[in-house]
DNA sequence: GCACAAATGGAGGTTATGTCCGCATGGGAC
DNA sequence: GTCCCATGCGGACATAACCTCCATTTGTGC
C-alpha cells in the first residue's frame, strides 16, 4: 500500500482522500442499516457519486474487506492476548470463540457473506476466512491435545458454528436468550464431559453415528 | 379452502387452474433456483402475467406457504410413524430433527424466510414454524422427561439449530461432511452424556454458565 | 347468446446494481 | 505562476427485479 506510481506520476491526493472518507461513511452505513444496504446510498451520504464509490471498491465484498482490516487487527490483538494470558486451553478456545462471535456480530448481516467466502474460494474475503479457521484450528488442537474437546470436531465446523448461531439471532436483532442457549448448546457440543473420573480423558464416547449421506 | 362464493357466483375455474399451474410450476422453479428467484421468471414459465401471480400470492412467503402445505402434511405423517413406532425417547427425537432437516432441505435458501417468519410474528409462514417448534418441544420434552437429554435446552432453540445448520451449509450446495459434522456437534449438545453408570440419570452438569449479557 | 362480475396481463413506477465516458482537477514542468 | 494532461470524478444510462393499477378479456348464470 502507498506505493507511489513508478511510472511519471504521484497519485493524486483526493483519490487517497476519498478512499478513507468512504470508509468511514461505509463504516457507519453498514453499521446502522447492515451490510446489506444500498451501495448508493453510501456514495449519496459520500457526498460522491456511484462510479467513484465503485472505482475504489468494485464490489460490495471488496468494501467490507477494507472495513474489517481495521477489525481484524484488533481480533488478532485479542488472539496474542489470550495466548500470552497461558490459561487452560478450553478457557483459551473459549475466549477465541468468543472474540470470533465479536468479529462477526461486527455489522448486521455479516455472516452471509463470510459463509459465502467461506465456501466460493472466490471471494476477496475468502483469506479472512481461511485465517479465521485456522487460528480457530490452532486453539481448537491445544485443546483437543489436552483431551479436553471432541477429537472428530473440526475447525471448520466451529467457524461456521459461529457464522451459524450469529446468522440465526439475526445479529442482535432477536432474542438474546436462543442465542446464548445455543452457544451453550454448541459448547455442551465439543467440550468433552468431564476430567473428574481417572478415567480415559478424551473420547469417552466414539465418533457419534454419522447417518450415511442418503 | 374451496369454498364457494356464498353470495351471486360461483369463483370461475380458470383461477384454481391457474392457481394449481403457478404452485407446479414454483415447485419446480424452487427447487432448481432456490426460493430467492425471480418471481417473474415463474409467471413467466407458467405462461402468465406477473399481476396475475400476485393476484394469487401476494408475496414470496405466500407462495412459499402454499408449497410447503403439501410437504408439511407428508413431515405430520413423518411425525406420526415416529410416534407410533414408540422408540426410545432420544431415537425420536433424533427421528424427528432429521425429518425436520430434510423439510427445511426442501428448497435452497428456505432457512432464511423461515428464520425471519420465527423472529416477526408477521409473516404468513409464522404458524407453520410455531407448529415445528412446538412438535420440536413435545419430542424434547419426553427425552428431557427421560433425563436424555439436558434440561436447559428449549425447543425454540433446538429448531432454530435445524435452521442454522441447514443454512451454513448452503442447503447441499456445499461440503456434506461439515453438515454432518455441525449436525453432530448439536446432538452431542442436547443428549445427556451416559446413562452407563447409575448416577443421577439427567444433569450431571448444571446449566452451562453463560456469560452476562454483556 | 347476452350481460356482467371476476380474473387476466402487461405497461409502468420504483429501487437497486454496475458501467461508461465527457469533464474537472490536481501534479509537475518550466 | 501558469499551463498541460493524466488521473480521477460524477452522473447518466443500461439492466434487472419488484409490485401495482387498470383496460381488456373471459367464464358464469340467465
Known sequence: MSDRQNSTRKTRSDKERNRTHILEVAEQFFGEQG????M?????????GPGTLYRHFPTREALLV??????????EARRQAIEERGSDSVAALKAWLEALHEF????????????????????PLTITCEDLVATTGHFLAAAQRDGRAHPWVGARELFLSVLATVWVT????????????LQALLRFGWETPLPDTDAPPADRRPRPDLDPPT
Open 35 to 38: 451490510v446489506d444496504g444500498p
Open 66 to 75: 477494507a472495513l474489517l482490516e481495521a477489525r481484524w487487527n484488533e481480533l
Open 170 to 181: 439475526g445479529a442482535a436483532l432477536a432474542d438474546q436468550a436462543s442465542g446464548q442457549a
Open 104 to 123: 462477526v456480530t461486527a455489522f448486521d448481516g455479516l455472516p452471509a457473506p463470510l459463509r459465502e467466502a467461506s465456501m466460493d474460494n472466490t471471494s
Open 40 to 48: 448508493q446510498a453510501i456514495a449519496k451520504r459520500a457526498g460522491l
